[in-house]
């Protein structure tokens, strides 16, 4: 009987050199990791380079609870008065639903009461964003577009006067 070694695959293998990674490539990449940790360090603490948003002051803010009810309807209510503000059925309402579904998932990964606040604020300068009390994760709306935050800021109601 023959061995393995003679099927003519593994008796003709020939021990070789190792291959290795080209010197210059490692030079490169440790050449831009230099340039990336100086152009970072540059950036901060001269502050050139650096793209910073100024919102101004908060103009409106209002904490908002939301919840599902019977047949999937949202419901938003103001966390202070216990008052009412929206309530969207199953095909409604979809950039706040939509955007309210991630909240809630990034709740349950982090264990937060559901009755946990949203606080939704209107800045100076006319942005919207919603913010988690829970988690302290906060989005921009008008990086979604102008209608969908317009959704949101519906929700604030005449708190804090009309929009700059």
Request: glycine share 12%.
């Given at each position: 009987m023959t061995s393995a070694l003679s099927l003519g695959y593994l008796d003709k293998r020939r021990p070789g050199k190792t291959a290795r990674i080209p010197t210059p490539l490692i030079v490169a990449a440790i050449g831009l990791l230099f340039f990336a940790t100086g152009a970072v360090l540059f950036g901060q603490t001269t502050g050139r380079g650096l793209v910073r948003v100024d919102n101004g002051r908060a103009v409106a803010v209002r904490d908002i609870v939301i919840g599902r009810g019977t047949g999937d309807v949202v419901t938003v209510t103001d966390a202070r008065t216990g008052e009412r503000i929206a309530a969207y059925a199953k095909?409604?309402?979809?950039?706040?639903?939509?955007?309210?579904?991630?909240?809630?998932?990034?709740?349950?990964?982090?264990?937060?009461?559901?009755?946990?606040?949203y606080r939704l604020i209107r800045w100076e300068s006319g942005h919207v964003s919603l913010s988690d009390t829970a988690t302290g994760e906060r989005i921009t709306l008008e990086a979604f577009g102008r209608d969908n935050a317009a959704a949101f800021a519906a929700l604030l109601g005449n708190q804090g006067g009309s929009r700059p």
């Open positions: 095909d409604t309402g979809g950039f706040v639903r939509g955007s309210l579904r991630a909240f809630e998932r990034m709740r349950q990964i982090s264990v937060v009461p559901v009755e946990t606040p």
